[in-house]
């Protein structure tokens, strides 16, 4: 079974500050690793993802996340905060024999001008 | 050139009445699901197909009834329709079962 905890339903950051998203995993088996972006009534889009290999990943719009199996973790990161990165972001995890991806329950970003 | 594509976008229907959402991806994935996102944003997992076949039917009522005319393909009928229903549906495929998922636009069903 595979599950994920995303730490603040609501994280709100200046523009221009760090923006800190956390996310932990539970998982049997060796994980795939996904943040997923969704604006306001808009579907959701893939921001990076970890299967293997660099355990630093980088995606679109100046994100990345660093996958750490000591900490069972993949928090998400972008050094400074726009003003359009005002979204619902939602962590996910499958993994091999997974059918599924499995989500977090989201986290809402805020960006205060 | 849409991906992963759903319509309506908006459904509004009384209770008791029976509904069809479609979707069609045009990414030549081999797996497609459905998944339900309520009202605290909270994403669930409804069903997989993956080549045409059913993988997965998470506990759902069997109001719901997904069809997989073809692996581009896969529709979500709803019978009786509840106002717990009322949530936003989101079709999405992937190449196969464990890889990431595009997603739909979504189908914001309100059952009044």
């Known amino acids: 079974a595979q599950s994920v905890t995303q730490l603040g339903s609501h994280v709100s950051v200046s523009e221009g500050a760090l923006v800190l998203l956390r996310c932990n995993y539970s998982?049997?088996?060796?994980?795939?690793l996904f943040w997923y972006v969704q604006y306001p009534n808009q579907g959701l889009q893939l921001l990076l993802k970890y299967t293997t290999g660099a355990t630093l990943v980088k995606g679109i719009n100046g994100f990345e996340a660093e996958f750490k199996k000591s900490e069972t973790s993949f928090h998400l990161t972008k050094p400074s905060a726009h003003m359009s990165d005002a979204a619902e972001y939602f962590c996910?995890?499958?993994?091999?024999?997974?059918?599924?991806?499995?989500f977090g329950k989201g986290t809402k970003l805020s960006v205060i001008p | 050139d849409t991906a992963v594509s759903q319509t309506p976008k908006y459904l509004v229907t009384q209770m008791g009445n029976d509904k069809s959402i479609k979707c069609e991806q045009n990414l030549g994935h081999d797996t497609m699901y459905w998944y339900k996102q309520d009202s605290k944003k909270f994403l669930k997992i409804m069903f997989s197909?993956?080549?045409?076949?059913?993988?997965i039917n998470e506990t759902v009522p069997n109001r719901f009834s997904p069809k997989s005319p073809d692996k581009a393909h896969l529709n979500l009928h709803i019978n009786s329709l509840e106002l717990g229903d009322s949530a936003v549906y989101f079709c999405a495929s992937s190449t196969t079962v464990n890889t990431e998922a595009f997603f739909g636009q979504g189908t914001r069903l309100t059952v009044v």
């Open positions: 197909y993956n080549n045409k076949e059913l993988i």
């Open positions: 998982s049997s088996v060796p994980p795939y």
């Open positions: 996910a995890v499958s993994g091999a024999g997974s059918y599924q991806l499995t």
